[in-house]
C-alpha cells in the first residue's frame, strides 16, 4: 500500500494490464521495482511514455527514493530534463563513457 500511495497508483489497484494506459503500466513497473526498497535501481527511459507533468512527478519520486531510502538510481535516457535532474550525468557515445559531469 505504501509503495502504491507513493506511486500514485493506489485507484488502479483492481484494474487488469489491458485496462490501463502505457503511462499507468510504467508506474506499476516502477512500484514493483520499489517494493523490496532495492539499494540499486536501474531505469531505462522510465518517463518515456509520461506526459511533462507525469515526468515530474516521477522524477520527484526518485529523488526521494534517492535521498530518503538511500536508493542509487541509474536512469538511461535521451531527455535533457530527465538528465539535469541527476546528481552525476554520464555521457555516452559508441559505447564508451566521453564526458562524466557531477552536478551540485
Known sequence: QEVMKLTGIS?????FPHQ????QQQK??????????????????????LDSAKRDE??????????QEEMTILV????????Q?????LHMMDGKIVNDEVIV
Open 76 to 83: 538511461v535516457t535521451h531527455d535533457s530534463v530527465v538528465a
Open 11 to 15: 485507484d488502479l489497484a483492481d484494474r
Open 58 to 67: 516521477l522524477l520527484q519520486l526518485l529523488r526521494y527514493m534517492n535521498e
Open 85 to 89: 535532474k541527476a546528481n552525476r550525468v
Open 20 to 23: 490501463l494506459s502505457g503511462g
Open 28 to 49: 506499476i513497473a516502477i512500484g514493483r521495482a520499489l517494493i523490496n526498497h532495492p539499494k540499486l535501481l536501474l531505469a531505462d527511459e522510465p518517463t518515456g511514455n
